[in-house]
């Protein structure tokens, strides 16, 4: 099964199918209004004086505060029907949507809000952005998003994906639809963007018990079934791993079929849970996972390759 966001002018003939008491949201958008303040508080609180990466877990935590400053300072506003009505594949793809200058906008508000705080190694990096071209940054972004990690520095990389995921967050919170789900391939990928997942998680509230994977560009969430690789969508082979006891709230769900692994949360065990920061904070089990041979089918934000 795949997801499709249906145009506004169809939403009638689908909400028909939404009054079974079965029905399961198969795509859910950000809450902007909350979203990186939340995931600020979390990684803050996750970077105990005892956390390994404690220093690195702030930082982040920094990044994610000016997030949520440059997206109410830069509003965005567009009318995004056409492009709906115009494909069949994900609606903002990340790979072949045009981007205006809005999220160029977007990195110069986090440049402003982060030069004062950061530290001073890291204070030539942003200088460095805020003087490149217009090209360059473009430059930049596409390889970003077409996951050519090498041709980008990694210390740029953080703070770039950190702007192009406030603008495409943005663009999917404006989308004016609805999704369904219908037979199709490439489940693992976001249906909104055409991104990668960071984490999957096992959520309580109206959606007790539904896994949904969570995109690491545009923050969307969709359902994929449990019990099923989300990469390859075999259920012969899994196994889940902890590094602590089976009632953690964080997991690893590997698979034998296709040799890769996926984080899951379970919110049931820690509501405050987050996709990104948790993932983040737990690296000690994405060690463990490579020692047995497995290999993510996610992307971090804030852990892109070099390579």
Known sequence: MSIRIVPKDQLGKERVNERGAGFIPPLLFANLKNLYQRRAERLKALATENHPFSSYLNFAAEIVQAQQKALYDNPLNMELDDILLQTNSVPLDCKTLPRTQHWHNILYSLIAELLPTMPEHVKPTLENLAKNSVQELEEVASALLTTEFAKVSPDQAVFVWAALSVYWAQMASLIPGKARAEYGEHRQFCPVCG??????????????????????????????????????????????????????????????????????????????????ADDLASLILDAKMEEEGFARSSLNPFLFPNE
């Open 195 to 276: 991104s990668m997942p960071v984490a999957s998680v096992v959520q309580i509230g109206s959606s007790q018990g539904l896994r949904y994977l969570h995109c690491h560009l545009c923050e969307s969430e969709w359902h994929v079934v449990r019990i099923k690789c989300s990469n390859c969508e075999q259920t012969g082979d899994l196994n889940y791993w902890s590094l602590e006891s089976e009632q953690a709230a964080i997991k690893a769900e590997s698979c034998g079929d296709c040799g890769s692994y996926l984080k899951i949360l379970y919110q049931e065990k820690d509501p405050n849970v987050d996709a990104v």
